[in-house]
């Protein structure tokens, strides 16, 4: 089975001031990616988290630009998966976390001499 993964913006800098003509120019946004899967019997659910920011280049004078207060989340996300950080590598991440904690890879047995 694998992780029901979804991706959120937490939150957005923004240029107080004019960029090559443009306001609100979004600079910096945070961003995390969660995963969530259940397993087992009786049914457990694990959850898992990564998170980062990510820097934008500045618009070009001229260019397109979205108005800020048009900007969807799938619009930022679309900017932090074309700057630098890696879908598939977090969300790998991610799913590592929840199979780790579905079955982990060391745990802490009693000691064999120790009696119940």
Known sequence: MSATITWVIEWMQASTAEINGHSE?????GWRCN???TAGTPEVTYTA???GSCSFPQPAEGGAFTPYASLTQAQVLGWCWNNGVDKTCAEAAVQSQIDSQI???IVQPP???ATA
Not at 25 to 29: F, G, P, Q, S
Request: a negative charge; aromatic letters at 12%.
């Open 103 to 105: 079955n982990p890879p």
């Open 111 to 113: 000691l064999p001499w």
């Open 49 to 51: 988290t990564s998170y």
């Open 25 to 29: 120019v979004v600079l910096t946004a």
């Open 35 to 37: 995963g969530t899967e």
